[in-house]
Structures are given as structure tokens and as C-alpha cells.
């Protein structure tokens, strides 16, 4: 039972880290799969390869490279959410092994693709804020953070899943605080535009 939940929460945590760069968890669990640091689904062996870490070593330069590009970013973002909720699902039924298989994806589809949906949606909406308003100059230092916090958050949940997943809900909640001031700045800014358009009439 509690390799069960260790594989859930390693599962949660790499999903969450697909949300900020799709291919950095994928490639750091198939290189824990080649090094047998982590046991993959059997159905899942072939991620444990040589040659798939070379396909995502090369897809994570490239992702890395094509988002410190402004507008390049932009382009990309436009299929990063269905991306990182593939690769999240992928992560979370990879590592879960003593499930039955229907129950297995569905809380891959859930846990997997929803958490690693829900962060690619903030990410998407805070590099298009940062487009909107520094032309796409401050778009490189989001990109590099989003990176770094990847890279971060995988390499915990291969060493500590359960403290990732506290990590995860943390997150959450910065997304949400993040969310709200979103929302409460646009709500402002239309209020302030209905006054002066008001004032002009």
C-alpha cells in the first residue's frame, strides 16, 4: 500500500512539473528508469532506453532554447496545455504499476493531465501578461524560473514524492493567490475604464 502511494505521489509531482516544461520530467524519470533509481509500468520499459533519453534530452534543449525566444514563447504556449496534460498523464501511468489498468488512467487522465493542465494554464496566462505589458522582454526570466522549478520539483519527487506533492499543493495555492490578483487587476482596470469613458461622455 505504501509503494502504492510513493508511486501516486511521485506520479503528481512529475505531472506538476510537465505543467512548467513538458519534456525535463520525462527525461529525468527515463533516466532513473535506465539507472533502476525507478521501477517503470512494465508496458512502460521501452522509456527506460537509451535512445528515448536521447529523443528527450534533445526535445528538453530545444524547449528550453525556443522559450527564452519572445513571441517564439507565445507560438509555443498555444499547445503547451494539451502537451502537459499528455505528458503528465504519461508520467503518472508510467510509475503506477500495481493498479488495475482502467483505474490506473483514470487517475492518470485526473491527477496526471489535470494537474500538469491546470499549471500550463497559469504559466500560458502569466508569460501572455508578461508579453502584454514588457513587450516580451521579461518573458525570458519567466521562462528560465519555469525551467529551474521543473528541473526542481522532478528531481524531488524521484527522491522525496511525498514532500513534492506537499510542494505540488503549495503551488496550488500560489496559483490560486495568483489567479485572484489576476482577476482583481482586470476588475480594476475596467472599472477604471468605464469611469474615464463615463467622464469623457
Known sequence: MLEIIISICLGIGLAASAGFRVFIPLLLLSLAG???WIPLNEDW???????????LAAASIFELVAYLIPYVDNLLDTISIPLAAVAGTLAMVSVVGDLDPIFSWTLAIIAGGGTAATIATTT???RAASTATTAGIGNPVISVLEGLFSTFLSILSLIAPIIAVIVVILTFFGI????RRMFKGNSLSRKRNNHITTDNS
Open 176 to 179: 490560486r493567490k495568483v489567479y
Open 45 to 55: 520499459a521501452w522509456a527506460a532506453s537509451l535512445t528515448a533519453i536521447l529523443v
Open 124 to 126: 500560458t496566462a502569466a
Open 34 to 36: 535506465y539507472m533502476e
